[in-house]
């Protein structure tokens, strides 16, 4: 009986042992990939020469683009056709697109816009759109846009 104890006991260490081998083997390869860092990749914005916010952010896989407005006298389809034109520039020279987009808020400066800023938005990111929260701000929108809009996009 105690040849069975000592027996099972010496072939739990050597799987302990094994076991052992190969997760510090895994644990020192997954030390050694490479772990994604914030890269600014877009217009760093100053406020008094202190870094305020940056245009774009890429962090591993993944494009983060700040709020595009539209600066200019017009009506909210042509803020959002802007807009929305800005926001795809800004995703090509990234090297993604639209329809890689994964998460969108958008910001309007009055509710009222929101079915007009729809029929623009619509069709804009592929069959299959990102989700999406939209949200009418409490005293307006920076810069007098009625509509500013960013994004989160997946990069290849």
Do not use: W
């Amino acid at each position: 009986m105690k040849k069975v104890t000592n027996r099972r006991s010496s072939l739990k260490r050597i799987g302990l042992g094994i076991a052992a081998f190969f997760g510090a083997g895994t644990v020192s390869a997954l030390a050694k990939e490479k772990k994604p860092v914030k890269e600014v990749v877009g217009t760093v914005v100053n406020d008094q020469d202190v870094p305020l916010f940056s245009g774009s952010v890429r962090h591993g896989n993944t494009l983060y683009v700040a709020g595009k407005g539209a600066h200019f006298d017009g009506d909210i389809k042509a803020h959002t056709d802007h807009v929305l034109k800005e926001v795809e520039k800004e995703l090509v020279k990234n090297g993604t697109s639209m329809d890689k987009v994964l998460k969108v808020n958008v910001y309007l400066a009055d509710l009222a816009d929101y079915h007009k800023m729809n029929e623009v938005y619509r069709g804009r990111f592929g069959k299959n759109p990102p989700v999406r929260t939209t949200v009418a701000t409490y005293g307006g929108v920076p810069g007098n846009s009625l509509v500013e809009i960013d994004c989160i996009a997946a990069l290849d």
